[in-house]
């Protein structure tokens, strides 16, 4: 199994990126995809979920300006981040999970200039 995160890199205040994650080894559709990051310092956490069936949801910091979004036949998983702040710095990594099965991508840097 392999999650491939893309996308990340350096962008100032009120900018724009978006990650790709290019997922195999799974059924992708079956799984639910999210994005979590994790700052320096700080705990991973939840940025966004997409569910196999269509939901999505997201942490509280980022409603609004992120979008998670999915092609089940490229076998991968969007994040569009606008408005982005300083505080969105951090590494993102790609999550698969169903039932008792979940994978990890590698994680993708993204800095946010003031």
């Known amino acids: 199994v392999q999650l491939q995160a893309s996308g990340g890199g350096l962008v100032q205040a009120g900018g724009s990126l978006r990650l790709s994650c290019a997922a195999s080894?799974?059924?992708?559709?079956?799984?639910?995809m999210g994005w979590y990051r994790q700052a320096p310092g700080k705990q991973r956490e939840l940025v966004a979920l997409?569910?196999?069936?269509?939901?999505?949801n997201y942490a509280d910091s980022v409603k609004g300006r992120f979008t998670i979004s999915r092609d089940n036949a490229k076998n991968t998983v969007y994040l569009q981040m606008n408005s982005m702040k300083p505080e969105d710095t951090g590494v993102y990594y790609c999550?698969?999970?169903?039932?008792?099965?979940?994978?990890w991508g590698q994680g993708t840097l993204v800095t946010v200039s003031s």
């Open positions: 080894g799974i059924i992708f559709r079956f799984y639910n």
């Open positions: 997409h569910t196999s069936g269509g939901g999505t």
């Open positions: 999550h698969a999970v169903l039932s008792m099965r979940e994978y």
